[in-house]
Structure formats: C-alpha cells, structure tokens
C-alpha cells in the first residue's frame, strides 16, 4: 500500500510564496513521475506541474517563471514552490504520482489535497 501525504497550503497574500510537499510512503519500489494539479471550485483538475524520475520538468504556462516543481527521490517527496501568488491560483492542489510496489506494478496515486488560498 502505497499512500501520498500532502502538506503545506495555507492563506496567503498576493505576491506571497508557499511550498507544497507531496510524500509517498509505504512499499515503493520507484517513483516514475510526479506532478501536481490544481483543481478551482466549480473547475477541472488542471494539471499544474511535472517531473520525471530524472528531474525533467513541465509547466503550465500560467506558472511558467512563478512555481517551481522538485523531488527528493531520496525522500520519495515531490515539492511545489509557489512564488508570486496570484489569487487565481487560489485552489485545490493534488498530488499525483506513478509508482511501482513491491510487486513492480505501477500504479497512478492521488493526494488528499491541500487548500491554497491566496487573498488580501
């Protein structure tokens, strides 16, 4: 059983900065890919962010320059740093993760999720 923790959201101003953590924990064989999505009141998840096992990176372009996604694959922890907050940024944010078990099967987590608001 492999699980995904999410921490870090919170209240912030605009122009504020937060960091998300994401840590897989359980029987982890690897970690392939990890990436975070936002998910607005009323909207799709949107995928916000991604990184491979060898640290390649996407991003939407709305986040492009402000957040910055990033593993410890020691840790088995995926982070998003949040810099210049905007409140359309204000969200829901999940995170997602491929990894193989014990068993080798790979299979596609989700978070619980984490409230980033960000208002005056």
């Known amino acids: 059983q492999v699980q995904l923790v999410e921490s870090g959201g919170g209240l912030v101003q605009p122009g504020g900065s937060l960091r998300l953590s994401c840590a897989a924990s359980g029987s982890i064989f690897n970690v392939y890919y990890m990436a975070w999505y936002q998910q607005a009141p009323g909207k799709q998840r949107e995928l916000v962010a991604t990184i491979t096992s060898g640290g390649a990176t996407t991003y939407t372009d709305s986040v492009k320059g402000r957040f910055t996604i990033s593993r410890d694959n020691a840790k088995n922890t995926v982070y998003l740093q949040m810099d210049s907050l905007k409140p359309e940024d204000t969200a829901v944010y999940y995170c997602?993760?491929?990894?193989?078990?014990?068993?080798?099967?790979?299979?596609?987590?989700w978070g619980q999720g984490t409230q980033v608001t960000v208002s005056s």
């Open positions: 997602n993760a491929v990894i193989s078990g014990q068993n080798h099967t790979p299979y596609n987590y």
